[in-house]
């Protein structure tokens, strides 16, 4: 089970990079004025999504893998590992909203600023705190 807990820490690591990055292409993105900007940045942005979609996935097959083997039966009882799932839910709508953000920038209705990016920029980083606290101290 070592295995399985050490690749959905690997793929988790890897999607939470993609969720630092994106947005911040969504600052840059959201600052450009220029045509060949903007489509550079579609296809960076295309790109990195793919490949943290990929981590994401993974992630969740691990983390279930291991929810169904001893997680859940050796942590149902604790609150931790809800509030832990709950938090892994906000962390996928998130994901998505980047997926609908791109549709945006893609289609040219983007209509929210770079400031508003810096500040969508800093949720899974609070999301991340807050997933590991609970996932290693066990708070309750």
Do not use: Q
Request: hydrophobic share 60%; charged share 15%.
């Amino acid at each position: 089970m070592l295995w399985v807990k050490a690749l959905h820490v690997i793929f988790m690591v890897t999607w939470f990079a993609g969720l630092f990055y994106l947005p911040r292409l969504f600052v840059y993105h959201a600052e450009t004025r220029d045509e060949t900007s903007h489509e550079r940045f579609l296809v960076m942005e295309h790109k990195l999504f793919a490949i943290m979609t990929i981590g994401a996935v993974l992630t969740a097959i691990f983390g279930f893998w291991m929810l169904g083997s001893y997680a859940w039966s050796a942590f149902s009882d604790s609150g931790w590992l809800t509030v832990k799932l709950v938090l892994v839910a906000l962390l996928v709508a998130y994901h998505l909203a980047c997926l609908k953000i791109m549709r945006a920038f893609r289609e040219n209705t983007n209509r929210h600023g770079h400031v508003y990016y810096r500040w969508f920029n800093e949720v899974p980083a609070l999301l991340l705190i807050a997933i590991i606290l609970l996932a290693v101290v066990k708070p309750f």
